[in-house]
């Protein structure tokens, strides 16, 4: 059982690493083909352990939100939100001055816009 769990921090771990690196935002399949991006399963993952890892995913998620690339800091915000809707709002507003570009992707139509200016959106400041 040790074991399992261990394995299960790791892979953990490994997901939100692999968020901190991630390029862009998509949430879902991508293209003709809606293949998911390798990002978007890394979110899947982590958004599955919210439930029974909570306390372990924030400690990550805290981390990620101020170390992450772009992409990276709002999967991270958008996760703590999940987790707490207060914290994510707490998220979004350090967010919205961030002036780091990321790219998006929604189906086959991909855009670009900042960090600020998603984080304004979802606090409904736009």
């Known amino acids: 059982m040790f074991g399992i769990r261990r394995k299960k921090e790791s892979e953990l771990a490994r997901a939100v690493a692999d968020l901190g690196r991630a390029n862009t935002l998509a949430f879902g399949g991508v293209g003709i083909a809606g293949t998911l991006l390798p990002e978007t399963e890394a979110y899947q993952r982590v958004a599955a352990a919210v439930a029974d890892h909570s306390e372990e995913v924030r400690d990550l998620l805290d981390r990620l939100l101020t170390s992450g690339a772009p992409a990276g800091r709002v999967y ?38 900042t960090v600020g200016e998603y984080a304004a959106e979802r606090l409904g400041d736009a």
């Open 76 to 113: 991270a915000a958008t996760l703590l939100e999940r987790l707490d809707p207060a914290v994510g709002r707490a998220a979004w507003t350090t967010l919205r001055g961030d002036e780091a570009e990321l790219n998006t992707m929604t189906g086959c139509v991909m855009g670009s816009t």
